[in-house]
């Protein structure tokens, strides 16, 4: 079974609690709106983070966010590629909302700079780097997941949990990444036409699974380049660093369905830094093989879309998965039925903090999520205010606070 449709098992359903609780009391917080300079338009996916600390979170598609700490917060770092990073002071008190606006970044190149370099040497360098540029050393993350449901426009279906991230040393070749809950809630609709048993992509495990260049899965592998046409594309600059920028396309017709895709490397230490992939489902057979796992009898699946986001971040010389989004679309219809419905599957994961040394527990194999994991319903109040009292998250936004509301009423 392929890594791809090894993903594609976990969907839908999380787990009940498990043991792993939170240590620090995030008393302290700052709310905020991060938008562009010029134009003033939001800015989704904006890394934030607590200058001197690891915690840290992103913004949603309203451009909003709230980060959390143990100790007061007197700055924030922001960083979002194609723009300068910022560092600004958090307002007294956290009662006032943080108004940020990150000034798109200018810089000039030599021209020879932009269009010289094979991409697959490039590629390849970077493969060779990894070890180079990861940790060499085990580390536990905190991270929030997300997953959401949308029949045609409505959400019928809201996931979230606080997970924890076992990562093994990049050199360490025997000990596997593990994931573990910590807590979670689900809301699902009670229309029974809403119910739909198809298998779609998601898991709070995917921080494991779907990271690319640990996991050296689809494009991160030397096998796989010769699959590809690559193309060197004009820089851009991601937490102030110049990045190479080279784009995939299918070159072959191949057994299963490729990707076109964009990653992004950074210049001086060759660190994949964020890495975008979409399925090619030109050929529906193809792409269906990769995403349906199970449908009913009956149903025909339409493939439209499986796109999967990956960035990472450097600190202290050694570069970490911070965030990942994958969206989901297709369309189902019953063969007696005139039209199809179409369903998207939005599942996110942001590490919001980070443990090393001693406090780099190993998560035991008994507490780990894993592929054939059963997830089932969960008993937690969503109604519960506090329910993520003590950990961060990704700020929800308004049109899901919105769904939010109307399922809690419909249940």
Not at 21 to 50: C, K
Request: with cysteine.
């Amino acid at each position: 079974m392929s890594l791809l449709r090894k993903l594609f098992i976990m969907i839908l359903l999380l787990l009940p609690n498990m043991l792993w609780g939170q240590t620090d009391s995030l008393r302290f917080s700052v709310r905020g709106v991060v938008r562009d300079s010029s134009s003033g338009r939001i800015l989704p996916e904006v890394g934030v983070y607590v200058p001197g600390t690891s915690y840290a979170t992103v913004t949603n598609a309203d451009g909003t966010f709230i980060i959390k700490s143990h100790s007061p917060i007197g700055s924030l770092s922001f960083s979002l590629i194609g723009y300068e990073n910022l560092t600004q002071q958090a307002p007294e008190g956290g009662e006032e909302v943080m108004r940020v606006r990150l000034k798109p970044r200018d810089f000039t190149l030599d021209p020879s700079l932009v269009v010289s370099g094979d991409p697959a040497e490039i590629m390849r360098l970077a493969l060779v780097k990894i070890h180079d540029n990861y940790p060499a050393e085990s580390e536990l993350f905190d991270c929030f997941y997300r997953e959401t449901v949308r029949k045609r426009q409505r959400f019928i279906y809201v996931s979230e949990a606080v997970t924890k991230i076992y990562k093994a040393s990049f050199r360490d070749y025997f000990t596997p990444d593990r994931a573990a809950l910590v807590k979670s809630r689900l809301l699902t609709s009670p229309r029974v036409s809403d119910t739909l048993g198809v298998k779609v992509i998601g898991g709070p495990s995917m921080a494991v699974n779907l990271d690319l260049v640990k996991t050296r899965g689809i494009i991160i592998d030397e096998s796989q380049l010769q699959y590809y046409k690559l193309k060197l594309l004009p820089p851009a600059a991601i937490d102030g660093r110049m990045q190479f920028v080279i784009s995939l396309t299918p070159a072959v017709e191949y057994d299963y369905a490729l990707h076109n895709g964009v990653v992004y490397i950074d210049r001086e230490t060759m660190a994949f830094t964020r890495i975008e992939l979409s399925l090619d489902v030109t050929d529906q057979i193809k792409a269906t093989k990769a995403m349906l796992v199970r449908s009913p009898a009956g149903l025909r699946f339409r493939p439209k879309e499986m796109s999967l986001q990956l960035n990472y971040k450097t600190e202290g010389g050694k570069s970490r998965l911070s965030y990942l989004k994958t969206v989901f679309r297709f369309g189902c219809d019953w063969r007696k039925r005139l039209f199809a419905t179409d369903y998207t599957v939005v599942a996110e994961t942001v590490m919001t903090k980070r443990y090393t040394g001693e406090q780099a527990l190993k998560i035991p194999r008994k507490e780990a999520l894993n592929d054939r994991t059963s997830l089932a319903d969960v008993s937690a109040e969503y109604n519960d205010p506090d329910f993520w009292k003590d950990y961060n998250i990704i700020e929800p936004t308004v049109g899901l606070e919105h769904a939010v509301g109307r399922l809690k009423a419909n249940n």
